[in-house]
């Protein structure tokens, strides 16, 4: 059973940084591709990014690009979102999502496995 648990959110003023993990239990955390979303308040939960089973490539949502940086430890299980720049719209609850395959996806439908989200806050 796949179970995924995040942790590192918080209350960070803008300009601000904070370093999410994402905790993975099972042995075949390194062959699959790991996602980061986000669901604000109101709104649908929007794609962050992802990273291939081996780290060596990313891919991100536009309004993150730049600022946030996902990185992956495979002998730990733990994958990161690192954000710098923090916008006030950044302010949401953040999901790491694991998926059953190699391919990347910036879709929520193709990753059956999520954590339960922690909160992110970044102050004006």
């Known amino acids: 059973q796949v179970q995924l648990v995040e942790s590192g959110g918080g209350l960070v003023q803008a300009g601000g940084s904070l370093r999410l993990s994402c905790a993975a239990s099972?042995?075949?955390?390194?062959?699959?591709?790991m996602g980061w979303f986000r669901q604000a308040p109101g709104k649908d939960r929007e794609f962050v990014g992802f990273?291939?089973?081996?780290?060596?490539?990313?891919y991100y949502a536009y309004s993150v690009k730049g600022r946030f940086t996902i990185s992956r430890d495979n002998a730990e299980n733990t994958m990161y979102l690192q954000m710098n720049g923090l916008k006030p719209e950044d302010t949401a609850v953040y999901y790491c999502?694991?998926?059953?395959?190699?391919?990347?996806?910036?879709?929520?439908?193709?990753?059956?496995?999520w954590g339960q989200g922690t909160q992110v806050t970044v102050s004006s």
């Open positions: 999502a694991r998926r059953d395959s190699s391919a990347g996806s910036s879709s929520e439908r193709d990753y059956p496995y």
């Open positions: 099972g042995r075949t955390f390194n062959m699959y591709v």
């Open positions: 990273i291939n089973w081996s780290g060596t490539y990313t």
